[in-house]
DNA sequence: AGCCTAAAGCACAGTCCTTGCGTTAGCGGT
DNA sequence: ACCGCTAACGCAAGGACTGTGCTTTAGGCT
């Protein structure tokens, strides 16, 4: 079952998720994730519990729900002229965005009550929109770079591996190396 | 707290931990993640359901702490006679373990159930171990490559992402494709 | 305007979580 | 080798959470 959901604008359904997220949110930041039980989200959101249990059926799946939409980029990708700043501010701003508590524990979320994995296909799919949205301007200033595939691997990869896996010692002059390297920058690499 | 248990080997302690560890094991097979439950565990375990709410607090906590164990790997990687074939190979067996039902989920649990992050970074630790082995391998035979932080980033990371993120379509072919790249193989990167 | 369906509320039963207290195993000291 | 001491386990009970059958309501559709 999909946990996303596809309600009608304007109808009580819609009034509904939109109390339950808010209530997430707020009590996210009041008392931490530790604290939160459906059943106080639903008090919060004026809701029966029962409606929670059966629109989303797990408190993950709830907070997986709430994460992704938190974690959709608001905004365009700044335009810096060239590609290779464009690329450097978005992977500074992404990791910066990402490393901080709440990002870590939105991603974690967002990639925990998700049983068929498509939620993490959501962020993962964000990334590649903002990306694109890149590589698509470069193209029109007529710069030749690299395709989206490669700076998901090369860039936002090693990126996120490193939040989830290995969160000490990240900061922006991570990010501005992997663009570096992906611009020729000396690899390493090679034998 | 951190989860994982430092035990003496041989105490009453060590028996309860290693009998809950199988049990947890057997019941994910038999029954599947989903069915699990810490009375359950308890029961089939032959210890009461407090023993292991005081020793690892939450069901999630506990999964986290068989994932690791279960990740870890238990045989040196193979030595193929020169550094690239013995990370395409490598990378190729990574893959393809992680990319079983069991694996992701193992990888999932880990993540989860771990709120500094120290299993997380365990799993990480036993990667770069493991590509260690292969790097001081090939700097005995005299073959100069890259340095692990340039192998996380390029091999296993981007491998982690699509697991965790896009888990569909993930073959072989991709991993010796990341392995190729990294050593020197056309990157479309550069402008 | 009225019907009809999907979703929410209500209530209750079952399970799980959590903690206080007593007991025990086994480590360390003499 | 014995004995005290502490950390860990078992037991039990109270409270909270989970999940479901049934009823009610909102709002879309003709």
Not at 55 to 84: C, F, I, K, N, Y
Not at 85 to 90: E, I, V
Not at 151 to 157: G, P, T
């Amino acid at each position: 079952m999909s946990t996303r959901q596809r309600v009608r604008p304007g109808g009580r359904s819609a009034r509904v998720q939109a109390s339950v997220h808010t209530a997430v949110r707020e009590l996210l930041e009041e008392r931490g994730r530790e604290a939160l039980t459906v059943p106080l989200v639903a008090q919060r959101a004026g809701v029966t519990p029962s409606t929670i249990y059966r629109r989303w059926g797990t408190l993950q799946e709830l907070l997986s729900d709430v994460a992704v939409e938190r974690l959709r980029p608001d905004t365009a990708p700044e335009d810096h002229g060239d590609l290779r700043s464009d690329l450097t501010a978005w992977a500074e701003q992404f990791l910066d965005e990402m490393t901080s508590a709440s990002g870590r524990a939105y991603i974690r979320d967002a990639l925990l009550g998700d049983p068929d994995g498509d939620n993490a296909g959501q962020c993962s799919a964000y990334a590649a929109e903002q990306i694109n949205v890149i590589l698509a301007r470069a193209a029109d200033r007529g710069e030749h770079g690299p395709d989206v595939e490669t700076v998901m691997d090369r860039i936002v990869a090693p990126m996120m591996y490193r939040i989830l896996f290995r969160p000490a010692g990240l900061d922006a002059a991570y990010a501005r190396r992997l663009v570096t390297e992906l611009f020729g920058g000396r690899g390493k690499g090679g034998q």
